[in-house]
Every structure is written in structure tokens, then in C-alpha cells.
Nanobody, 119 residues
Framework: QVQLVESRGGLVQVGGSLTLSCVAS????????MGWYRQAPGKQRELVAR???????NYADSVKGRFTISRDNAKNTVYLQMNSLKSEDTAVYYC?????????????WGQGTQVTISS
């Protein structure tokens, strides 16, 4: 019904930058919020950043000042611009969206994309 597709992650050196994108498609009436989560090996999934349809943002303390989330409502796309990357940022990043479809509103997840920071 609704599908989220993330861009490919990659291998980036410490201090480098990378931008992820996620496109939502399907029977979408409205996307209330979109965000990015990540999960490192042996750790729980955590919120990285989230943005509402109105533009309000929320960031994890660990990425404030380094990451920027944005969205293009017309394209049902969310971006995560990651700067000054650290080894601790290595994780699988998952796109998330709170989507109103034909029948109900629910959370959807992308398949995840690997981001590895090398030192």
C-alpha cells in the first residue's frame, strides 16, 4: 500500500558528509511526519531526526548541529544531510513515515541503508 525507499548509504571517512533520501510512494493521502532512525550493532534502534508536515524538527542530541533533516512534501521525500560524521554514526539508517492512506494512518519503514564511517 505504501512503500518507503531509501537511497544507498555508503562508506565515508570521519569528518566527511553524506546525504540520504527517502521517497514514499503508494496510496498516500497525507504524510504527517517523516524521520530517520538508526541501529548500530548490539544497540537498540534510536531516533536520529524527524520532521513534521509543518516543518517542525526534532533531533537526537548526538547529531544536533551536524545533521539536518528536510522534506519535500510535493515529492513525498525526506532527506538527511549528515556532516562532520563520526565513527559513532555507523549504523543502519531507516526511513520512517507516519502516513495517512485510504483506510487508516500508520507507521511505515524503509528496508534500511548501511552507513559506515571509517577512521
Amino acid at each position: 500500500q505504501v512503500q518507503l525507499v531509501e537511497s544507498r548509504g555508503g562508506l565515508v571517512q570521519v569528518g566527511g558528509s553524506l546525504t540520504l533520501s527517502c521517497v514514499a510512494s503508494g496510496s498516500i493521502i497525507r504524510i504527517n511526519a517523516m524521520g530517520w532512525y538508526r541501529q548500530a550493532p548490539g544497540k537498540q534502534r534510536e531516533l536520529v531526526a524527524r520532521v513534521t508536515s509543518g516543518g517542525s524538527t526534532n533531533y537526537a542530541d548526538s547529531v544536533k548541529g551536524r545533521f539536518t533533516i528536510s522534506r519535500d512534501n510535493a515529492k513525498n521525500t525526506v532527506y538527511l544531510q549528515m556532516n562532520s560524521l563520526k565513527s559513532e554514526d555507523t549504523a543502519v539508517y531507516y526511513c520512517n513515515a507516519d502516513v495517512r492512506s485510504t483506510w487508516y494512518t500508520r507507521e511505515y519503514w524503509g528496508q534500511g541503508t548501511q552507513v559506515t564511517i571509517s577512521s
